[in-house]
Structure formats: C-alpha cells, structure tokens
C-alpha cells in the first residue's frame, strides 16, 4: 500500500464506501417489507398506557 499513489487509495476507500452503503441500502429495503410479530409480554415488560391520565 506505501507504494500505491494517493488518488488510488483514496478510489479504494470511496469504492469500499460505496459498497458499504449499497449494501446497507439493501439491507434496509428488505428488512422493511418484512412483518414484524406483535411484542410478546410473557415477561410482563411491556406496560399499558392509561389514556386518562
């Protein structure tokens, strides 16, 4: 790499870049057309909401 000229390693690190967010983009596209099952409460974590209040 200390023999590679500045413009190529700085071409490498925008392609890796690049990658990266394509990848992230298609990760997120279809993570997003996937159905999420409702929250399980066996644990008793998840609290009502009193709308009185």
Not at 10 to 36: P, Q
């Amino acid at each position: 790499m200390k023999k590679l000229p500045n413009s190529v390693k700085w071409l490498i690190i925008l392609l890796v870049l690049v990658g990266m967010g394509w990848m992230m983009w298609k990760v997120n596209d279809r993570a997003s057309r996937v159905e999420m099952p409702a929250p399980d409460n066996t644990f008793g974590i998840y609290r009502a909401t009193d709308s009185n209040s």
